[in-house]
């Protein structure tokens, strides 16, 4: 996804697991405890290319359970996985998530897709009902107000173990790839949560003046997600900028060559025209103090907006903005205009996910196409453009103060999906997911970045559900159908989420 490294990469999600059984079972049938901890082990293997596991093995009496909650407690996992190996009573597995209170998912994982009806002996019948117990499970869940999730399908070895007298290569049933699909899933979505725990977002200047829509109490931010905001001043910006020399801007003036095409006059926009040298010199002169300000701050993303005196030397300074936060949205440091810390959060989350993540908003419909432009002023997501960005220079920009370089470019075609942060009237947020296609069709040659998007229905009755749901009017593209895997995100952050 990321053309350069990460400026700061995301850590690995640290993944709970543990096997369930009953001990009597294993002086009655000899070799059935080792054969389920060969599955577990195996389930431990996969979900490893992932995250960091944190093992804990076989968990089989009441006393055992509790062990393993205040083991899991210890490694601090950021979820469990139950592995069902075999049957075990409830009593074994609620005292574990009575003391250790990270989410849960159950793994419903059947080693083969068809008993061995005529071979089969109960010792083999045993290692394959992992379905039996979790409907007890579930209930006594329900009743002591634990929630859960549960994976069903194949696990998916490739050979047979010598002890099975059934078929266990399941790696290419369909029912193995789904559940390994979902499994997967709810690894990646358990990062996110703790990551924005220990995150630091920037805000730098104000929101837009009258975007309601747009503010936020900075309390009710950090309560729900974790995330610290650091208030940062345009003058602390400016005295990094004082502090850049001429092989910086150098540096940086190579970057935006490599990263993007360099255009010509608009073809139809009076205001959009090449970029002049000194428009460049002055963006990549900016990108290099904003990479610093990052960098000092310890930044993880930044939200941004500047109004002032016009004229002023500020008004210079956030004129030469888009391109650097263009540059930092691809390595990591999303960074959402207008103030809008929302649907930085947004993007934040599309970024620890590896799926992009650009900030956007309605730009015009096209009814010819039934596609919805979507798109901004900057700034874009480099790493997920459709072929080179384009800079152009802009004589104003539009609704703003100021002039400088911009960005024209649209997301990769093919699947995406748009994720919206919004606030509720009763403070909480809600994502709003939506999944469509990125299309080939025309955009305008006007210095913004604008992606053509054909969602499941008509365009009218998409944005009539959209304009229900009470949005944030910007959002977040990021490239591939990801409803499944956002909407495990919003579950683990307790967060209201609605798929349209």
Avoid at 437 to 446: K, Y
Avoid at 484 to 492: A, D, I, P, R
């Amino acid at each position: 996804m990321q053309w350069q490294q990460s400026i700061k990469p995301a850590s690995k999600p640290r993944i709970g697991l543990y096997s369930v059984g009953l001990k009597a079972y294993w002086e009655q049938f000899p070799g059935l405890r080792e054969r389920l901890l060969e599955y577990g082990r195996f389930i431990e293997q996969r979900i490893s290319n992932w995250a960091e596991v944190k093992n804990y093995g076989l968990v089989d009496t009441e006393g055992e359970g509790r062990k393993a909650g205040e083991w899991l407690n210890v490694n601090q996992v950021d979820i469990v996985f139950v592995h069902a190996a075999t049957y075990s009573t409830s009593s074994t597995v609620l005292p574990v998530h009575q003391i250790c209170k990270a989410p849960v998912v159950f793994l419903n994982l059947q080693p083969t897709d068809r008993m061995n009806y005529e071979a089969s002996t109960t010792g083999e019948w045993l290692a394959h009902c992992g379905a039996c117990p979790v409907p007890e499970f579930s209930n006594a869940f329900n009743r002591a107000g634990l929630p859960f999730r549960i994976v069903n399908g194949l696990l998916g070895l490739e050979d047979s173990p010598a002890i099975s007298l059934s078929n266990e290569s399941t790696h290419m049933r369909k029912e193995a790839i789904r559940a390994w699909k979902e499994i997967e899933e709810w690894t990646r979505a358990a990062a996110v949560p703790r990551q924005l725990q220990y995150s630091r977002f920037g805000f730098l200047g104000n929101t837009y003046s009258g975007m309601l829509d747009m503010y936020s109490d900075f309390t009710m931010v950090q309560a729900q997600t974790g995330v610290h905001l650091e208030m940062l001043e345009m003058c602390e910006l400016d005295r990094l900028l004082q502090e850049i020399t001429t092989q910086e801007v150098k540096a940086k003036l190579e970057e935006v060559h490599a990263m993007f095409d360099i255009s010509g006059d608009s073809p139809s926009d009076p205001i959009a025209r090449k970029p002049t040298e000194d428009q460049l010199e002055w963006a990549c002169r900016v990108a290099a103090a904003q990479e610093k300000l990052v960098r000092e701050y310890d930044l993880d993303a930044l939200t941004y907006y500047y109004h002032g005196t016009p004229g002023g030397h500020y008004e210079k300074l956030q004129g030469g903005f888009i391109v650097g936060h263009s540059l930092l949205t691809a390595r990591g440091i999303p960074c959402s205009g207008e103030g809008d810390l929302k649907t930085a959060l947004a993007m934040k989350i599309c970024d620890l996910l590896g799926t992009g993540g650009s900030f956007s908003e309605i730009v015009v419909v096209d009814y010819v196409d039934e596609t919805i432009l979507l798109g901004h002023d900057g700034p874009f997501h480099i790493a997920i453009s459709e072929g080179k960005p384009i800079l152009r220079g802009m004589g104003l920009y539009h609704g703003k103060q100021g002039n400088g370089v911009s960005v024209e470019a649209k997301v990769k075609t093919g699947d995406i999906t748009t994720l919206n942060v919004t606030q509720t009237g009763d403070g909480k947020l809600k994502l709003i997911i939506s999944e469509g296609q990125s299309t080939n069709g025309p955009i305008m040659r006007i210095g913004n970045t604008q992606t053509p998007v054909k969602f499941s229905m008509h365009p009218d009755d998409y944005m009539k559900k959209w304009f229900m749901e009470a949005p944030t009017h910007h959002c977040a593209i990021a490239i591939g159908h990801q409803a499944s895997l956002f909407e495990k995100v919003g579950y683990l952050m307790n967060i209201h989420t609605v798929l349209l």
